[in-house]
């Protein structure tokens, strides 16, 4: 049986409970789809990806979290390892919303640097638990 920390255990659940925000964002982007709510084709683009990067990105940030118990991390890498999708997941989809906010926006503004911010995160992340995984 695998065993995780109070802390991935916790942390493992309170991300499975975004996965409800992260529905509500899908039913946000059918009412943006089916023309309820007035956006340009660039807003919907960003939209769009927002919502597949938290998807997507929450998945990948689970199986990192669990992943990370097989390595011998600890400090600010085992942190890294364990979280740093995780966080890839909220700054990343949280710039491409906040970066495509406002009515009739067709380019994104200074928010767009939460999404590479999010970037940064997520590629030190991946390769700290894949170095943690090949030194354990």
């Known amino acids: ?35 309820a709510v007035e956006t340009t084709d660039f ?17 990948l940030g689970l199986v990192c979290l669990v992943l990370s118990h097989a390595t011998t991390l600890t400090g600010f890498a085992g942190w890294l390892a364990s979280s740093g999708v995780l966080v890839a997941a909220a700054l990343m989809s949280g710039g491409f919303f906040a970066a495509s906010a406002g009515r009739g926006r067709t380019r994104p ?28």
């Open 43 to 59: 807003q919907r683009s960003f939209y769009r990806a927002g919502h597949a990067h938290a998807g997507v990105l929450v998945t």
């Open 109 to 136: 503004n200074r928010w767009i640097g939460l999404l590479w911010l999010g970037a940064a995160f997520l590629a030190a992340g991946v390769v700290a638990l894949a170095v943690g995984l090949l030194t354990a």
């Open 1 to 35: 049986m695998l065993e995780l920390t109070e802390a991935a255990r916790v942390t493992a659940a309170i991300v499975l409970l975004t996965v409800v925000g992260i529905e509500s964002g899908g039913v946000f982007l059918v009412r943006v789809v089916s023309g």
